[in-house]
């Protein structure tokens, strides 16, 4: 046994003075004169493991560390003779960024010791926390050269970061300045998550630490109890097979005394240490020398000497049974090589009495599990850990935790699990945009454009809707559109429909007056006949804006532009009609005049026809090469499919309209002309007043066709239709009807003659 204070070239001095035996030390050679010695159960620091491992290894010397857990020593090419009994850092390093990540800790911070340990640990860390999405706040280093251990500046950049959440590798001596310096400056709210460096750290229990320790959660070591253990360290004065100098440190230590050999040798300050009786029993002494379930790497060490001492009796049943191995005799247990025993500790595998089992893989590492530990504060203020789990590495790569999450307290007892982001998730119907020189932690929720969403948390990315679909109100889906077009079922729809049936019957109504009083001179001073069409046309009229209500179909897109057309068509021709004949007439009745042969009948319905049988033209042509359509249209109004009728030719739709204004002018400017002919036939003032009323309401119409949008251009056009009829019958038969039916007395010939000699 070789106490080597943990100083590296004590390291190696020790293992060189085993080699050589005596005299000058002589790296890679081995000088012994006896037996060689079985194997090194050491060192505990790392740094210092790697430095004995490069000696060893050069002679296959069996090399077993119960402590160094870098993951450097796994390179089995580089150390060919090195094992442990304590996990790797490469699967605590792994598990440190899976606990973190699992609570949604995706910004965090790095601590690690400017050493081995400290960087191969950290550094596996940062590396699979970026891979799986998170980022690092800030990564900084302890200085263990450095008396302060650099904590002025670590606590400076903890307190002014954002995260919540630090990971700190290390060991707990190195830890302690920088947990001093965040008391000093006050900085609390932070949460340390722990490698087994410093998780189970008796230093921290004291409770000034609770500011910045409570909540911390970490790794331990794997503890199991060592059968026989709390018996043996009570009765070991009675141990034969223990040095008398290994006695008297041990009681010395457990009862805090000295032997009157070491009082005469020590220095003045230990003058008042009481001098250790010699004959003192220590099995009724407790302290935490004697309470054995405190300690934390005894089972380290007993388990690399039973792993050696199973080694060695798999020598020598071997030797015993005369069985073979790499076509060679069994070894003798006697008399063998360093790489012999090599053989067997590889092989060896022991069932502990917790029935955990140990091996070693191909690296010379066991299966790892660690304790998970959470840090919490008792009712009288001391700090306290709690193993709260356990991480099984040993089915790697599907390692799992297995944690009673019931039992966490977080920072200052809270349940509540901490948060630790840059940016808080972008709900569903937002997308994440990168911050410009931010890590990719740090965003900004944009809401997702029109007809785009996204259906998940921390969306990159909106998805655009399917055309026939629209996003709802949060965005976070997409609804089917709502169609748009003038119903029967709605209001608008219901209202013109019954205002066009309503009105269709005033014509009707006018035409039973007409026909019952057909014989008075106001009816036939007027053109019975066409007056008759006439109000055909009309009740037709206000019928045809039936057509533009329900949803489009074929059939009725066909019918409306043309049905509109041709009854239009019909009623301008009938009023041009009866304005040429007025005007006829009158010119008729002068003396030689030769027009009174066109005063028949017959002229008025040749003009009616030619005039209609122009627009039947039209819209024949337009109906052949280029008929209206129903179609969806998505482009006008958002979040709705408008279902319209396309005309097909807007040059057809509009010179349709363009005929019609062309009669209608026509008919006002000849109206207007003849407005001042004698009272019989002042008919042409009417005329005149209906087609100016007529013009107005179609002018009116075009910028409010052009300007509206989905179902109101559908009803735009119906009220279109319904005002210009309305004009007409208003305008040329009203006062027809008055004189009919409230003012019979003028309805006669005597009174109509009468006025125009009165002229």
Request: net charge positive.
């Amino acid at each position: 046994m070789y106490d080597t204070c943990n100083v590296p070239h004590y390291e190696l001095q020790g293992a060189l003075e085993v080699l050589t035996e005596s005299g000058p030390l002589v790296p890679n050679y081995r000088c012994l004169s006896r037996s060689p010695f079985t194997a090194v159960i050491g060192c505990v620091v790392s740094a210092n493991t790697i430095i004995l491992a490069n000696v060893l290894g050069t002679l296959r010397y069996p090399q077993i560390s119960p402590l160094s857990s870098v993951s450097l020593l796994s390179n089995r090419p580089a150390f060919p003779s090195f094992f442990r009994t304590v996990a790797s850092d490469k699967f605590q390093s792994r598990g440190l960024a899976k606990i973190v990540l699992q609570f949604g800790w995706t910004w965090v911070g790095l601590l690690a010791a400017n050493n081995d340990y400290g960087q191969l640990g950290i550094q596996p860390i940062k590396k699979y926390i970026i891979k799986a999405g998170g980022c690092v706040a800030f990564t900084e280093t302890i200085f263990l050269d450095q008396l302060d251990r650099n904590a002025p500046h670590i606590v400076k950049v903890i307190k002014e970061s954002t995260v919540t959440v630090i990971i700190a590798f290390a060991l707990d001596v190195d830890l302690v300045p920088i947990m001093d310096e965040m008391l000093k400056q006050n900085v609390s709210g932070k949460l340390f998550v722990g490698n087994a460096g410093w998780a189970k750290s008796n230093l921290f229990l004291m409770g000034k630490y609770f500011q910045v320790i409570s909540g911390a959660v970490g790794f331990g070591l794997a503890r199991h109890l060592v059968p026989g253990l709390k018996d043996f360290v009570v009765r070991v004065e009675n141990s034969s097979y223990i040095e008398q100098k290994w006695k008297h440190l041990y009681w010395e230590k457990i009862l805090n005394c000295k032997f009157s050999v070491d009082i005469s040798n020590s220095s003045s300050l230990d003058a008042l240490v009481k001098e250790c009786p010699g004959a003192e029993s220590i099995s009724s002494v407790r302290n935490s020398y004697t309470y054995t379930s405190s300690f934390k790497y005894t089972h380290n060490i007993h388990d690399a000497v039973h792993v050696v001492a199973t080694a060695l009796e798999l020598m020598r049943k071997c030797e015993m049974s005369g069985r073979f191995y790499s076509s060679e005799n069994c070894t003798s247990f006697r008399n063998y090589k360093p790489w012999q025993l090599l053989h067997y500790i590889k092989n060896v595998r022991i069932t502990l009495s917790s029935g955990r089992e140990i091996y070693f893989d191909e690296n010379g590492d066991i299966p790892p599990t660690h304790d998970v530990v959470n840090w919490q504060k008792s009712s009288d203020g001391s700090m306290y850990y709690v193993d709260i789990g356990i991480y099984d590495s040993s089915t790697l790569p599907d390692a799992t935790f297995h944690i009673n999450s019931s039992f966490f307290r977080w920072r200052l007892g809270d349940s509540q699990v901490p948060r630790s982001v840059c940016s808080d998730s972008c709900p569903l119907g937002f997308r994440k945009a990168p911050l410009q020189g931010q890590p990719n932690c740090c965003f900004e929720c944009i809401q997702c454009l029109q007809g785009e969403i996204s259906n998940q948390t921390d969306s990159i990315d909106c998805m655009k809707c399917p055309w026939d679909r629209w996003p709802n109100s949060q965005k976070s889906s997409c609804v089917p559109k709502m169609l748009e077009f003038l119903s029967f079922k709605e209001p608008l729809g219901a209202i013109l429909a019954a205002v066009s049936i309503l009105s269709a019957f005033t014509p009707v109504s006018i035409l039973k007056i007409f026909i019952k009083h057909k014989n008075t001179p106001v009816i036939k001073a007027n053109n019975y006949l066409l007056s008759c069409l006439l109000l055909v046309s009309l009740s037709l009229c206000f019928l045809c804006s039936l057509v533009f209500i329900g949803y489009p179909q074929t059939e009725t897109c066909l019918l409306r532009q043309t049905s509109f057309g041709l009854v239009f068509a019909l009623c301008v021709s009938c009023i041009l009609a009866k304005t040429i004949m007025v005007v006829l007439a009158f010119m008729a009745t002068r003396p030689g005049s030769s027009l009174r042969k066109w005063t028949t009948p017959q002229l008025s319905y040749l003009i009616i026809f030619v005039c209609f049988f122009i627009q039947f033209i039209l819209c024949i042509v337009w109906l052949l090469f280029s008929p209206s359509f129903p179609q969806n249209n998505i482009q006008i109004k958002p979040g709705f499919i408008i279902v319209e009728c396309n005309e097909g030719s807007l040059i057809a739709f509009w010179t349709m309209l363009g005929y019609l204004f062309i009669l209608a002018t026509i008919s006002f400017v000849v109206a207007f002309l003849a407005r001042r002919l004698p009272d019989s036939f002042n008919e042409a003032q009417y005329i005149t007043f209906s087609m100016l009323a007529f013009l107005s309401v179609w002018i009116s119409f075009i910028p409010a066709y052009l300007s509206a949008q989905g179902k109101y251009t559908v009803a735009m056009e119906i009220f279109a239709i319904l005002a210009s009829s309305w004009a007409l019958v208003i305008c040329m038969f009203l006062p027809k009807c008055f004189i009919i039916l409230f003012r019979p007395a003028m309805n006669s010939k005597e009174h109509l003659m009468g006025k125009k000699q009165k002229d």
